[in-house]
């Protein structure tokens, strides 16, 4: 059974577990009753490594250094991503040391179920531990969905066994995500912007994560660095240290912090800032929010929330729109 009781945020920092014998600190993923690690691993980056023996080590290397949740999705690279992670996984007993999860593109019944079966295909698995509805980053996202079938599917295969949990991501606009959390499902997750110019820009942690709390829908942040840039556009543009960054979306009431990386230097990064994760003081996070209030205010540091730039070409072509930049 789950509690019925929402948690504050600040009780969703104390339940961060120690490092201990994991190698890295958990928490609880919304009411699922599955502790995830703090960190996850993003699935773009690793389509991005060229020689594929050594994305395999690096995903080996997260697990033993305990970022046991890996995320994916098949347009990451056409398909790339997620094949490079089910050959990392399907050796040693390794799946069953991961909570797995990658995205539904479609939003059809039929597309959704192709998607599925191809995604467990090439990730070398039977299940899913999560299956999220990618990218809602147009306003009618979340009324195709259940218009055109998209979520019969979804439940279909959890009934089925394929997939255990069931959520949505999208970078663009709170009032979508709020549309989504306000259809007639019990979401188990929602992935969404996490960053210290969020705060002040179509903010995520103002509009969207106190209704997670509400609903106890477990809250993955992404973007912790803005996205955009080989290391981040926050750090690279405006000066603050990804350690900072990260820091401080994992001391927001977030289940796990979605983190891409391409090389062992990223990832003993990544992994220091999360084993000796404190969270950051309210002051802290208040001297911190005012320093970058200005430049963060017009969404200079966030242009995934203004702009095409960042929209995926499967979902432009399923609105439409021309796969140039813009």
Not at 191 to 197: A, D, G, K, Y
């Amino acid at each position: 059974m789950t509690n019925s009781t929402p948690a504050s945020g600040d009780e969703i920092l104390a339940q961060t577990t120690d490092a201990g014998a994991t190698g890295m600190p958990t928490r609880p993923l919304g009411k699922t009753g599955v502790n995830v690690s703090i960190l996850c691993l993003g699935g773009a980056h690793i389509g991005l490594i060229q020689d594929a023996n050594e994305s395999v080590k690096l995903m080996h290397a997260a697990i033993d250094e305990g970022i046991t949740f890996f995320d994916n999705a098949w347009d990451y690279h056409n398909g790339r991503s997620e094949e490079l992670m089910g050959k990392a996984l399907a050796t040693e007993g390794r799946r069953e040391k991961v909570f797995l999860m990658t995205k539904n593109c479609e939003r059809d019944y039929a597309g959704s179920m192709r998607d599925l079966e191809e995604s467990l295909r090439r990730l070398k698995t039977d299940y899913l531990d999560l299956w999220q509805f990618h990218e809602l980053v147009y306003d009618n996202d979340p009324d195709w969905i259940f218009e055109q079938g998209g979520i019969t599917a979804a439940i279909e295969a959890q009934q089925a066994g394929k997939v255990r949990f069931i959520g949505f991501t999208g970078h663009k606009d709170p009032r979508i995500h709020l549309k989504m959390l306000n259809k007639p499902f019990d979401w188990d997750t929602a992935q969404m912007p996490i960053n210290l110019m969020d705060a002040h820009y179509r903010s995520f942690r103002h509009e969207v994560v106190p209704v997670c709390q509400k609903k106890q829908v477990g809250v993955l942040g992404m973007k912790s660095l803005g996205g955009g840039r080989e290391r981040g556009i926050i750090p690279s543009e405006a000066g603050i240290p990804a350690e900072t960054c990260i820091r401080y979306a994992l001391s927001q009431p977030i289940s796990t912090l979605v983190v891409g990386m391409k090389s062992m230097a990223d990832l003993k990064q990544n992994v220091a800032v999360a084993r000796h994760f404190s969270p950051m003081s309210a002051a802290e996070q208040q001297e911190l929010l005012a320093q970058v209030k200005v430049v963060a205010g017009d969404g200079r540091y966030e242009r995934f929330k203004s702009t095409k730039q960042f929209d995926g070409p499967h979902h432009r072509k399923q609105h439409g729109f021309s796969l140039e930049v813009t």
